[in-house]
């Protein structure tokens, strides 16, 4: 019933950028803006790692890949993070997940494929 609905996937060119997006249905706006929320990525044959949090105050953090090219934010009265992705290289291809930490609630995913 509480679901995290990503935006469809995306197939892109080096140095380009995109914004995915995270819907959370099926729960309260109270729960979603007092969350923190957080991107994770995983690529084939590599461990899921995260990318970015934002919590419920606006405060982000950033992986050391991300930091300088990638943004988190988030829409509380439309319950959505979004996660735009600057000068995109080839090793960002993967699959990108939206999270709701404290419930640990996950989307689906949405593949991110950048070809050099």
């Known amino acids: 019933q509480v679901r995290l609905v990503q935006s469809g996937g995306a197939f892109m060119q080096a140095g380009e950028s995109v914004t995915i997006s995270c819907v959370g249905t099926?729960?309260?706006?109270?729960?979603?803006?007092?969350?923190?929320m957080g991107w994770y990525r995983q690529a084939p044959g590599n461990q899921r790692e995260l990318v970015a949090t934002i919590t419920s105050g606006g405060n982000t953090n950033y992986a050391d890949s991300a930091k300088g090219r990638f943004t988190i934010s988030r829409d509380n009265p439309k319950r959505t993070v979004h996660l735009q992705m600057n000068s995109l290289k080839p090793e960002d291809t993967a699959v990108y997940y939206c999270n709701l930490r404290a419930l640990d609630y996950w989307g689906q995913g949405t593949q991110v494929t950048v070809s050099s």
């Open positions: 099926g729960v309260s706006g109270a729960i979603f803006e007092t969350s923190d």
